[in-house]
């Protein structure tokens, strides 16, 4: 019967040619046969860690799935037992409906990329877009079809460790990155894509004090132009799914906010797939105070929350909420046919074992077309932010001794939220460099310190991935003993992978003393010192700025991280990355970002002394040790005059931008030409400058190239508090430069 049924209504396809129509057709057919038990059942997720497989198959989950209780199931990989648990729904539940698989696939699988806070420095929408594809066909081929990617979430405050997971703190970048993610995910829904599912929305990057699940607080101005254009960048793109976040939006909690949900996200945005709240956030609602846990699931499937992700709030109460009219099934109804809808645009009514294909489920992982495109977007996201006396690229000769706890460990290379990564197939930074200068130099190499010195803090960096304690004195010496044979010295240092990523909020950003204590006496020896800066968020590093000769900032690069560092650091590969986020000075000036409001009471960029009643500090001046959109390169380049096609643009209009850029160094090269805009008369508030484009451009060795902008009177509108546009007349400045600096951009002066 059930084969009958899904031929007819892909006929309907066919004979249409419309296929949201012959969707609409099929979920209503099907809908009509449901129980309302069956229905709340779609709303339910679960994580499948209990999944056993044989002939007798019994788990709770299989249980529920036989019975058409289950609508999805998170953290499976094991392609056998998404089989099995698929069967079960498909031939044992009364209408055979399959489940959707869902996983964390955040920066690639087996295959890992760099977290997507490097990918985002590297400002190469069109590799990241690869990337995504590449995640998509991974997971795909061990019957993953739900990935919870993009994380868009703007995030300024770099304490908050989920930072490593998104684009940064520009709104304009991270809108362009979410689309393209979503693009390579999804694709057209074919065997290799997977449902992208946009989170955290909404706010969630906006913590108060960078500590995890707390509260967020702000106005709708800042929220509609500052936060929210990456989530609305995705659901333009077509994202299938959005999570909600756990923290509150104007007092509510997200999952249970009937403004953020249908007004902003459906109504003004257009969306019109699934939501589903991230893990455990309606049973958070009870901790939040907003009532038992059955007014809580009565309130966020009110709001317009499709699926409960943990909870077992909707699967425990939904039922009896009817019966006491506090929620009507036609808000069940509406939620069912949602994540039907899902399911359909992905194929599964047609072929439930659509991405189960046991060929590429044993030939699409880790292969050396993913590696390849893995270690190339790796050396792209590096970002060089010292180096004194050109002493990178090293030269493969002499001795170079590679000091720290991050230079022989291999499972730290990948960055958090790597949930199907496999350590023993990727390469330590130390084997890497063997093989890189192999037959013409001599690496020695000491662990020379711990990560901290307190082992029960180094302990809850670990989760999983631990880096061998070792007897600090010991260890120094041992370290001191290498350094003195070299000619070079490159320091491994910073964070371990989870030193970062969700629930990793951290106080203090400044290299672990332990680390420092080492790195202290290395630079005391007169010799040159690299770091290689590991981390999954922006860090202090102003000592290593007035101490170290080279600091190439590696971020986690993923698998391939190993070979791509030293790809970079022996000059096989030019450092192309840039900042896309503002490295501070001081804890103290944090949170620290380009795109701020302006004060009455300005202090002049690189002011050199305090100013008595003006907005800055005592001790620290205002600038950011490097600014956003910072980064050097192997070469150099020179930006001529901004030139504009006119000098004034009308509404609905545009002019052209223009810049010569030369690169006036020895090598080819790389670099990121940013755009930037600044009204200084506004109806609101606005941003001392804005950025509105970006062009990646190779130039070889004393090549010059106009670089041209098309600047829209669109790109000079902003929001109002209900997500209105406004565009003011007046005089705007167009900026042109390397970064976000107001001393390294060309400006030119344009008229509404």
């Not at 094991?78 to 209408?95: C, F, G, T, Y």
């Not at 038992?292 to 709001?303: F, N």
């Not at 190439?552 to 970079?568: K, Q, R």
Request: hydrophobic share 40%; proline share 4%; with cysteine.
């Amino acid at each position: 019967m059930r084969k009958l049924f899904v031929a007819f209504f892909l006929s309907v396809v066919a004979l249409t040619g419309r296929a949201d129509n012959a969707m609409d057709t099929y979920v209503s057919q099907l809908m009509s046969r449901m129980t309302l038990e069956e229905k709340i059942g779609q709303l339910n997720l679960l994580p499948g860690g209990d999944i056993v497989t044989g002939k007798e198959m019994d788990s709770p989950l299989a249980r529920l799935a036989a019975e058409g209780k289950l609508g999805a199931v998170l953290s499976l990989r094991d392609p056998v037992k998404i089989k099995a648990l698929q069967q079960i729904a498909v031939k044992k539940s009364r209408l055979g409906i399959p489940l959707l698989f869902g996983f964390d696939v955040i920066h690639g699988f087996q295959t890992v990329l760099p977290i997507p806070l490097a990918q985002a420095c590297s400002w190469d929408t069109t590799a990241i877009r690869r990337g995504a594809e590449m995640s998509a066909r991974e997971c795909t081929s061990q019957g993953i079809d739900w990935v919870y990617s993009p994380m868009v979430d703007i995030a300024l405050d770099p304490r908050w460790g989920r930072i490593a997971e998104g684009s940064g703190e520009d709104p304009f970048l991270g809108s362009a990155i979410a689309k393209v993610m979503v693009e390579g995910l999804q694709g057209n829904y074919g065997p290799e894509n997977a449902m992208a599912c946009l989170k955290h929305y909404a706010l969630y990057g906006a913590v108060e004090a960078g500590r995890d699940y707390n509260t967020v607080d702000m106005s709708h101005v800042r929220m509609y132009n500052q936060y929210f254009p990456p989530y609305e960048a995705a659901v333009r793109a077509g994202v299938g799914s959005v999570m909600s976040s756990f923290n509150l939006v104007d007092g509510i909690p997200a999952t249970a906010n009937p403004w953020l949900l249908n007004d902003v996200l459906r109504r003004q945005w257009d969306f019109n797939g699934f939501l589903v709240t991230d893990y455990g956030s309606i049973s958070e609602m009870v901790v939040h105070g907003m009532g038992d846990l059955a007014t809580c699931s009565a309130e966020a499937l009110k709001a317009g929350t499709d699926m409960d992700m943990c909870s077992n709030a909707y699967s425990e109460h939904l039922l009896q909420l009817v019966k006491e009219g506090k929620v009507s099934e036609a808000d069940i109804d509406q939620a069912c046919r949602r994540v039907l809808e899902a399911k359909y645009r992905l194929g599964l009514f047609q072929n439930p074992y659509r991405f189960l294909n046991s060929k590429r489920a044993k030939t699409a992982l880790y292969t050396p077309e993913h590696r390849s495109l893995a270690r190339e977007m790796a050396a792209e996201t590096f970002v060089l932010l010292k180096n004194e006396g050109d002493i990178l690229p090293l030269k493969r000769e002499g001795t170079i001794a590679l000091i720290g706890p991050l230079a022989n460990d291999r499972s730290n290379m990948v960055g958090s939220w790597s949930t199907a990564d496999k350590p023993e197939l990727y390469a330590t930074l130390k084997e890497a460099m063997e093989r890189a200068v192999a037959g013409k130099a001599r690496v020695v190499y000491a662990q020379g310190c711990n990560i901290y010195d307190d082992s029960a803090t180094q302990a809850n960096c670990s989760f999983g991935r631990p880096i061998p304690r070792v007897d600090s004195r010991l260890a120094e010496q041992e370290a001191l003993a290498a350094a003195r044979q070299a000619d070079v010295i490159v320091c491994a240092m910073g964070e371990m992978t989870e030193m970062s990523g969700e629930s990793s909020s951290r106080a203090d950003l400044c290299l672990p003393e332990a680390q420092m204590r080492l790195l202290r006496q290395l630079c005391a020896m007169d010799k040159p010192v690299v770091l290689l800066n590991f981390s999954g968020r922006p860090t202090i590093l102003k000592w290593e700025s007035e101490h170290c000769r080279a600091i190439l900032n590696v971020w986690f690069g993923g698998s391939e991280a190993a070979d791509a560092i030293c790809d970079v650091l022996f000059g096989d590969k030019v450092p192309t990355g840039r900042l896309v986020t503002t490295l501070p000075q001081c804890m103290g000036q944090i949170p620290l970002y380009y795109n701020h409001l302006r004060t009455g009471r300005p202090v002049a960029e690189g002011a050199k002394k305090y100013y008595k009643y003006q907005s800055n500090y005592i001790d620290v001046r205002n600038d950011p040790l490097y600014p956003f959109g910072y980064g050097l390169s192997y070469t150099t380049f020179s930006y001529g005059d901004v030139l504009l096609s006119a000098d004034h643009i009308a509404r609905n209009g545009s002019v052209t931008a223009s810049v010569m850029v030369t690169n006036t160094g020895k090598r080819d090269g790389d670099e990121v030409v940013q755009l930037y805009i600044s009204h200084p008369a506004a109806q609101i508030a606005r941003p001392v400058k804005e950025l509105k484009g970006f062009r990646r451009v190779h130039l070889k060795a004393g090549e010059s190239r106009r670089i041209d902008f098309t600047v829209t009177s669109d790109m000079l509108k902003y929001k109002d508090g209900n997500g209105r546009d406004i565009l003011d007349a007046g005089d705007y400045d167009i900026m042109v430069g390397p970064n976000s600096s107001d001393n390294a951009l060309k400006k030119s002066t344009l008229k509404l």
